[in-house]
C-alpha cells in the first residue's frame, strides 16, 4: 500500500532567512494561504522569539490560515522556557497548533556552540520537550547537524525525547554535508529504531543544499524510511538553500515506480506559489532551476523542438500543465528548427507554403534571430509579408498586418527626485509617432509614454531585471507580465542600455496583445473563403 510523506513547508521561517528576503505579516499571511491552498500538511511560519513583528506574523498564520484541522501551524523555538512560550502564545490560535524546537548534537555544537557536555545538552533537550507537552500535544524536536553527529549519541537523544513525549523526530543535515547513499542509511537505522520504540512518532528530514544534493538527499531519505520532508518553495533558504518542495514532490510524482508514495500537494499551484514568493521576497527564480525555473519547460534547440512536436514524451518527462502552467514554450531562437518556425506560422494561420516559399521564410527568420535572439509571432507576420514584397509574389495574406505593430526608434528618460520623465519615439507601418510623459519613476514614466501611443489598456503585473552578462557592456534582461481584458502576457528583452530594454518588453507584450486580436479575424476570414 502507498505511503502518505508529510510535507512541513518552512518557507516562511528558513527561507526567510536569505538576506534581504524579509516578509511583513500581510505578506506571510498571503504566501501562508497559498501554501495551505497548495497542500502542505505543516506550515512553519516563523521564529516568533526573535522579533515581535515575527511573533505577530505567526500569530495572524495560526488565526487566519490554521483556522481549519486540516492544516497544521508551527514556529520555531530554541530548547529554552521563554522561546517555546513564545511559540506557544504565537501558535495557540490555530486549530492544529505544534511547538517545535531545535538543539544541537554533533560534538561541534555540543562543545564549541554551547560548551556543555553531550549529557547536559541531551538533559535540556528532555527538559524541553516536557514542558512543551504541558503546552500542546504536539511537539517536533530537530536533532541539528544530525548529519555530523555521533550515531549513537544522535540515537541516544532521539530516544530520550520520544520517552518525553515528542511526537515527530526531525533529523536535520543542516550544512549541507551528508550525501545521498550514507544519509539514506542513518535514517534506515534510525527509522528502524524509532518504529521498534514507538511507531507513532514520525521520522522528518531536513536537507540543506550547499553541496547541491538536497533534493537527492530528501529522497534518499523517504526511500529508507521517512515519513516527513522539510522544504521550501523554490529552494530557498539559509546560505545555498534547502530541499525544494517542487523538486521532492515532482520526483515523488513521476518516479512512483520508485519511491511508491504519495502527498497531498495540489501540483497545479505549484507556478502560482512559486511566482508569489519569488515576488514578494523579491528573490528571483534561477532560469535553469527545476520545475519552477523560467526555462524548465522551454526548449530552444532545433532538434528538441523537432521531437517535442512529434512526441510530447521525447524531452517532457514532466508536463507543464502538471504544475500548473498552460503548456510547454517552444522559444523561437537561430538554433530553432524548420519543424518549430513552420508549426509556429500555422497556429498563426499561414500554411500550405510550397517549398520554395518556405525556404525563402525560413532563411528571413534565421536571419532576423541572429540579431535579435528571440522571435516573437509580430515578427513572423513581418517576415513573412517581407519574403512576399522581395520576391515579388501574390501574398495570400490580404492585409499588412504587419502595420499594426509597434516599433521603438528612440527614446529619452531623465531620471531625478521630482519629475521623472520619459519621451518615446515610435513607428507603426509609415507612421511616425512621439509622446512625452512623466511618472512616479523612469519605468512608471517610460511605460505611460508608450501607452499613450499604443492605446492598449494593460495592467502591469511584474517587472523584473536580470544581468545576462558581465563587464561594462553586460546586457540587461527584462521581463514583464501585463494583464489586458483578464489574459495575461509574458514579453522579454535585452540590452546593454536596460530602459531601452524596458520598452523594448513593454513593446513586445503590446504586440502580442495585437497578434492575439489578429488569430480569431485570420481564422474568421478562411472560414468564410
Same mark, same amino acid.
Given at each position: 500500500?502507498?505511503?502518505?510523506?508529510?510535507?512541513?513547508?518552512?518557507?516562511?521561517?528558513?527561507?526567510?532567512?536569505?538576506?534581504?528576503?524579509?516578509?511583513?505579516?500581510? @505578506?506571510?499571511?498571503?504566501?501562508? *494561504?497559498?501554501?495551505?491552498?497548495?497542500?502542505?500538511?505543516?506550515?512553519?511560519?516563523?521564529?516568533?522569539?526573535?522579533?515581535?513583528?515575527?511573533?505577530?506574523?505567526?500569530?495572524?498564520?495560526?488565526?487566519?490560515?490554521?483556522?481549519?484541522?486540516?492544516?497544521?501551524?508551527?514556529?520555531?523555538?530554541?530548547? $529554552?522556557?521563554?522561546?517555546?512560550?513564545? /511559540?506557544?502564545?504565537?501558535?495557540?490560535?490555530?486549530?492544529?497548533?505544534?511547538?517545535?524546537?531545535?538543539?544541537?548534537?554533533?560534538?561541534?555544537?555540543?562543545?564549541?556552540?554551547?560548551?556543555?557536555?553531550? &549529557?547536559?545538552?541531551?538533559?535540556?533537550?528532555?527538559?524541553?520537550?516536557?514542558?512543551?507537552?504541558?503546552?500542546?500535544? *504536539? $511537539?517536533?524536536?530537530?536533532?541539528?547537524?544530525?548529519?555530523?553527529?555521533?550515531?549513537?549519541?544522535?540515537?541516544?537523544?532521539?530516544?530520550?525525547?520520544?520517552?518525553?513525549?515528542?511526537?515527530?523526530?526531525?533529523?536535520?543535515?543542516?550544512?549541507?554535508?551528508?550525501?545521498?547513499?550514507?544519509?539514506?542509511?542513518?535514517?534506515?537505522?534510525?527509522?528502524?529504531?524509532?518504529?521498534?520504540?514507538?511507531?507513532?512518532?514520525?521520522?522528518?528530514?531536513?536537507?540543506?543544499?550547499?553541496?547541491?544534493?538536497?533534493?537527492?538527499?530528501?529522497?534518499?531519505?523517504?526511500?529508507?524510511?521517512?515519513?516527513?520532508?522539510?522544504?521550501?518553495?523554490?529552494?530557498?533558504?539559509?546560505?545555498?538553500?534547502?530541499?525544494?518542495?517542487?523538486?521532492?514532490?515532482?520526483?515523488?510524482?513521476?518516479?512512483?515506480?520508485?519511491?511508491?508514495?504519495?502527498?497531498?500537494? *495540489?501540483?497545479?499551484?505549484?507556478?502560482?506559489?512559486?511566482?508569489?514568493?519569488?515576488?514578494?521576497?523579491?528573490?528571483?527564480?534561477?532560469?535553469?532551476?527545476?520545475?519552477?525555473? &523560467?526555462?524548465?519547460?522551454?526548449?530552444?534547440?532545433?532538434?528538441?523542438?523537432?521531437?517535442?512536436?512529434?512526441?510530447?514524451?521525447?524531452?517532457?518527462?514532466?508536463?507543464?500543465?502538471? $504544475?500548473?502552467? &498552460?503548456?510547454?514554450?517552444?522559444?523561437?531562437?537561430?538554433?530553432?528548427?524548420?519543424?518549430?518556425?513552420?508549426?509556429?506560422?500555422?497556429?498563426?494561420?499561414?500554411?500550405?507554403?510550397?517549398?520554395? @516559399?518556405?525556404?525563402?521564410?525560413? %532563411?528571413?527568420?534565421?536571419?532576423?534571430?541572429?540579431?535579435?535572439?528571440?522571435?516573437?509571432?509580430?515578427?513572423?507576420?513581418?517576415?513573412?509579408?517581407?519574403?512576399?514584397?522581395?520576391?515579388?509574389?501574390?501574398?495570400?495574406?490580404?492585409?499588412?498586418?504587419?502595420?499594426?505593430?509597434?516599433?521603438?526608434?528612440?527614446?529619452?528618460?531623465?531620471?531625478?527626485?521630482?519629475?521623472?520623465?520619459?519621451?518615446?519615439?515610435?513607428?507603426?507601418?509609415?507612421?511616425?509617432?512621439?509622446?512625452?510623459?512623466?511618472?512616479?519613476?523612469?519605468?512608471?514614466?517610460?511605460?505611460?509614454?508608450?501607452?499613450?501611443?499604443?492605446?492598449? %489598456? /494593460?495592467?502591469?503585473?511584474?517587472?523584473?531585471?536580470?544581468?545576462?552578462?558581465?563587464? *561594462? @557592456?553586460?546586457?540587461?534582461?527584462?521581463?514583464?507580465?501585463?494583464?489586458?481584458?483578464?489574459?495575461?502576457?509574458?514579453?522579454?528583452?535585452?540590452?546593454?542600455?536596460?530602459?531601452?530594454?524596458?520598452?523594448?518588453?513593454?513593446?513586445?507584450?503590446?504586440?502580442?496583445?495585437?497578434?492575439?486580436?489578429?488569430?480569431?479575424?485570420?481564422? @474568421? $476570414?478562411?472560414?468564410?473563403?
Amino acid at each position: 500500500m502507498s505511503r502518505k510523506i508529510w510535507v512541513f513547508d518552512t518557507t516562511l521561517r528558513d527561507g526567510e532567512q536569505v538576506p534581504g528576503a524579509k516578509l511583513n505579516l500581510y @505578506e506571510k499571511v498571503e504566501i501562508a *494561504q497559498q501554501l495551505k491552498k497548495l497542500g502542505v500538511d505543516i506550515i512553519e511560519a516563523g521564529f516568533p522569539a526573535s522579533s515581535q513583528g515575527d511573533f505577530d506574523a505567526v500569530k495572524a498564520v495560526a488565526q487566519k490560515v490554521g483556522n481549519t484541522s486540516d492544516i497544521m501551524i508551527t514556529a520555531l523555538a530554541r530548547a $529554552v522556557k521563554s522561546d517555546i512560550d513564545s /511559540v506557544y502564545n504565537a501558535v495557540k490560535y490555530a486549530e492544529n497548533p505544534m511547538i517545535h524546537m531545535v538543539l544541537g548534537t554533533s560534538d561541534i555544537h555540543v562543545e564549541k556552540k554551547f560548551s556543555k557536555s553531550k &549529557d547536559q545538552i541531551l538533559q535540556i533537550g528532555v527538559e524541553a520537550v516536557k514542558y512543551a507537552k504541558t503546552l500542546l500535544p *504536539q $511537539v517536533q524536536y530537530s536533532t541539528e547537524d544530525a548529519s555530523r553527529s555521533d550515531f549513537e549519541y544522535l540515537w541516544k537523544t532521539i530516544e530520550a525525547v520520544m520517552k518525553a513525549g515528542a511526537t515527530m523526530i526531525n533529523v536535520p543535515d543542516t550544512v549541507g554535508y551528508a550525501e545521498p547513499e550514507q544519509w539514506g542509511e542513518l535514517i534506515y537505522k534510525l527509522n528502524d529504531r524509532m518504529k521498534n520504540l514507538d511507531d507513532s512518532v514520525l521520522l522528518s528530514v531536513h536537507c540543506h543544499n550547499d553541496l547541491g544534493m538536497a533534493t537527492a538527499n530528501t529522497l534518499a531519505a523517504i526511500k529508507n524510511g521517512a515519513d516527513k520532508v522539510e522544504c521550501t518553495i523554490n529552494g530557498i533558504g539559509e546560505r545555498a538553500g534547502n530541499a525544494a518542495l517542487e523538486e521532492v514532490v515532482m520526483a515523488l510524482k513521476t518516479r512512483g515506480d520508485i519511491y511508491d508514495v504519495f502527498t497531498d500537494i *495540489q501540483t497545479k499551484e505549484i507556478m502560482n506559489t512559486s511566482r508569489l514568493v519569488s515576488s514578494f521576497m523579491g528573490l528571483d527564480v534561477q532560469v535553469n532551476k527545476a520545475i519552477t525555473g &523560467d526555462n524548465a519547460f522551454a526548449h530552444s534547440s532545433g532538434i528538441h523542438q523537432d521531437g517535442l512536436l512529434k512526441s510530447r514524451d521525447a524531452y517532457e518527462i514532466v508536463h507543464p500543465e502538471d $504544475v500548473g502552467l &498552460d503548456d510547454m514554450e517552444l522559444v523561437l531562437t537561430a538554433r530553432s528548427g524548420r519543424h518549430a518556425v513552420k508549426n509556429s506560422l500555422s497556429k498563426l494561420g499561414f500554411k500550405d507554403f510550397a517549398v520554395e @516559399e518556405f525556404e525563402g521564410i525560413f %532563411e528571413g527568420f534565421l536571419k532576423l534571430a541572429d540579431s535579435k535572439k528571440e522571435v516573437y509571432n509580430h515578427d513572423l507576420y513581418v517576415i513573412v509579408e517581407n519574403y512576399y514584397e522581395k520576391a515579388e509574389k501574390n501574398n495570400p495574406n490580404k492585409e499588412n498586418y504587419s502595420d499594426q505593430f509597434f516599433d521603438l526608434e528612440d527614446l529619452q528618460v531623465i531620471s531625478n527626485a521630482s519629475f521623472p520623465s520619459a519621451s518615446v519615439k515610435i513607428r507603426r507601418g509609415e507612421g511616425i509617432y512621439k509622446s512625452s510623459a512623466v511618472g512616479s519613476g523612469p519605468i512608471d514614466a517610460l511605460y505611460s509614454a508608450i501607452a499613450n501611443i499604443t492605446d492598449i %489598456e /494593460v495592467k502591469l503585473i511584474e517587472y523584473n531585471i536580470s544581468s545576462v552578462s558581465r563587464g *561594462q @557592456e553586460a546586457l540587461g534582461k527584462v521581463k514583464i507580465i501585463v494583464e489586458h481584458e483578464g489574459e495575461k502576457y509574458i514579453a522579454k528583452a535585452a540590452d546593454t542600455d536596460i530602459l531601452k530594454a524596458s520598452a523594448l518588453a513593454y513593446i513586445n507584450v503590446i504586440n502580442s496583445i495585437i497578434v492575439a486580436q489578429i488569430q480569431p479575424q485570420r481564422f @474568421e $476570414v478562411k472560414a468564410t473563403v
